[in-house]
């Protein structure tokens, strides 16, 4: 059963830093592409944050690129978020993803998806 775990959110101050991991199992990582998604508070919407593929493509929306990056060890089977400098508007629960597609930006590509995990920036 394929399954996704996202961990490492929490409260933060603004201009502070989370390292978000997503552990994922059931499956061949290999072939699979993981994005980093989050919805904000009020919103249906998940928004693109990064995307990485096992051949090493990997890119960030306009928006978060700079501040926020996507790595990947898939000897752990472990994806991660660092995020950087975080503002109040990054406030939102943040879900990581896997397709089999190539690395997408659009959530609809994405057919698995982990729980969530809460971040809110905040002093």
């Known amino acids: 059963q394929l399954q996704l775990v996202e961990s490492g959110g929490g409260l933060v101050q603004p201009g502070g830093s989370l390292r978000l991991s997503c552990v994922a199992s059931?499956?061949?990582?290999?072939?699979?592409?993981i994005g980093w998604f989050r919805q904000a508070p009020g919103k249906e919407r998940k928004d693109f944050l990064c995307?990485?593929?096992?051949?090493?493509?990997?890119f960030c929306a306009d928006t978060v690129k700079g501040r926020f990056t996507s790595s990947r060890d898939d000897a752990k089977r472990t994806i991660y978020l660092q995020m950087n400098n975080l503002k109040p508007e990054d406030t939102a629960v943040y879900y990581c993803?896997?397709?089999?597609?190539?690395?997408?930006?659009?959530?609809?590509?994405?057919?698995?998806w982990g729980q969530g995990t809460q971040v809110t920036v905040s002093s």
């Open positions: 993803a896997a397709t089999v597609r190539i690395a997408s930006m659009d959530p609809t590509d994405f057919g698995y």
């Open positions: 059931g499956f061949t990582l290999d072939y699979y592409a």
């Open positions: 995307v990485s593929s096992s051949d090493g493509e990997r």
